[in-house]
């Protein structure tokens, strides 16, 4: 299944993509899909759903439609840096000995083609095209081997980054990762049963039409099971949370001189069989 939101008066609605453009209206299914729907085995209970109310459930096409994130803002959005090995190399370091784990605040949601948002005071604000995954039951102290069955699917993330914030003066990486708009998800979290393999999947980000990264998740430096059970040792992952895995090389940050986001850019990014995102930069009044 393809679990995606959309916007109706303001709130989202939730949603099944049938095809790459028809969308299946699921509000009669009378859950949104947050930490509760997934903590009470609603990917089991929506796919029953889904069999009986297919033929009669409303659809609409996707352009007709305002897409919101494609799963409910989760109780955490943690990501991995320096995750593919040639995104370290154009940054001038060592592949880390472990995962660099950091967090994202969870006010930086935003649907995937929603206007991105250059904060005020930002020179300095960089694009990364990542394969997130959302965790479909509790999990704590996961065994690498086990950890698959604790993910729900995967999705598409754009992982803003505004870098003199992240990087200069004291620097912090939450700081530098959770302005507005900052974390574009979607347009749709397919289950892990749409996805034959998720390291091996193609990756890319063009900005103004010109390919910037362009790259595949068998570059990870620390693969998906590894990571799960990495995160796992250290806290709760709790249902509909967020886990998203690193970004290739081509990164603003990494060409020589640095190119930053500016004003009218248009950015388009996708990963296979999750679907594509557009956003178009807009500077904060």
Not at 60 to 80: D, F, G, H
Not at 94 to 112: I, R
Not at 185 to 211: C, Q, S, V
Request: proline share 7%; glycine share 8%.
């Amino acid at each position: 299944m393809k679990l995606t939101r959309f916007q109706t008066d303001g709130t989202p609605t939730p949603g099944l993509f049938l095809d790459d453009n028809t969308i299946l209206n699921a509000s009669s299914f009378g859950e949104d899909w947050n930490e509760a729907f997934f903590d009470n085995d609603g990917l089991a209970r929506l796919a029953d759903w889904l069999d009986q109310n297919r033929e009669s459930a409303p659809t609409m096409q996707a352009s007709e439609v305002t897409l919101a994130p494609a799963v409910a803002r989760p109780s955490k959005l943690l990501c991995i840096g320096l995750n593919y090995a040639a995104h370290a190399a154009e940054g001038g370091v060592d592949p880390p000995a472990e995962p660099v784990l950091f967090s994202k605040a969870t006010s930086a949601w935003s649907g995937p083609n929603d206007d991105l948002l250059i904060p005020r005071e930002s020179e300095k604000t960089d694009w990364e095209v990542e394969l997130a995954l959302v965790i479909g039951k509790h999990a704590k102290y996961v065994a690498e081997e086990d950890a698959m069955d604790y993910i729900a699917g995967f999705a598409v993330h754009n992982d803003y980054s505004e870098r003199a914030w992240q990087l200069e003066g004291t620097g912090q990486w939450v700081k530098g990762k959770s302005a507005d708009t900052y974390a574009p998800f979607g347009p749709y979290l397919a289950t892990t049963d749409e996805i034959a393999d998720p390291g091996n999947l193609h990756l890319w980000l063009k900005r103004n039409g010109e390919m910037m990264q362009d790259s595949n998740t068998n570059d990870l430096i620390f693969n998906i099971p590894h990571l799960v059970s990495y995160v796992s040792r250290f806290m709760s992952l709790l249902p509909g949370d967020v886990i998203s895995t690193g970004t290739p090389a081509g990164v603003g940050l990494g060409f020589k001189p640095p190119v930053f986001v500016q004003p009218g850019d248009v950015f388009e990014l996708g990963v296979d069989g999750l679907g594509t995102q557009r956003q178009v930069a807009v500077k904060e009044a």
